[in-house]
């Protein structure tokens, strides 16, 4: 399951529903796609490596590993490990894409207006997000256009008030 929307739009409170209400004994295997996005010019990269380094071995049967970044140092963090057997879901801005949608079964997008956005994450967030705002907010918008991230999505939820 593949869950994006641009910053601010409920993408962390619908997948925290989705794990609490999961109908399975076992758990799904949980990636954030900002755990492995290299800092606040790492957009495009992130979503890149979700598909290189998880999505394609996971869908070949391997036990993939896939780095993380310590976004409060701006190094390379531990590797997370992801079992082929076992669901998934990959939650946060570049996720759904025309390459990752290949590999899952179903794909939510998430949006609200601008200005709730951008508070919603601000206060989520603080002020270093406040800081960066305008640049991620620009790679989301070169991101979603080139894959048209939206259009591939199963299900649209407007999390507006």
Aim: hydrophobic letters at 40%.
């Amino acid at each position: 399951m593949l869950i994006d929307g641009p910053s601010g739009s409920g993408k962390t409170q619908l997948t925290s529903t989705v794990l609490a209400e999961w109908p399975h004994e076992e758990p799904p295997q949980l990636l954030r796609v900002d755990t492995v996005c290299p800092g606040w010019e790492g957009l495009s990269l992130g979503s890149e490596l979700i598909v290189t380094d998880l999505l394609r071995p996971r869908a070949a049967g391997l036990t993939t590993r896939i780095l993380t970044y310590n976004w409060v140092l701006g190094v390379a963090g531990p590797y997370r490990v992801f079992q082929p057997d076992r669901p998934l879901i990959i939650e946060g801005c570049g996720a759904l894409t025309r390459d990752s949608r290949l590999f899952a079964d179903y794909a939510v997008w998430l949006e609200a207006p601008l200005a709730q956005r951008k508070e919603r994450a601000i206060q989520r967030d603080g002020e270093i997000f406040a800081e960066h705002w305008d640049s991620w907010a620009e790679q989301e918008r070169q991101l979603y256009f080139r894959e048209n991230s939206r259009a591939l999505a199963d299900e649209i939820f407007d999390t507006g008030k």
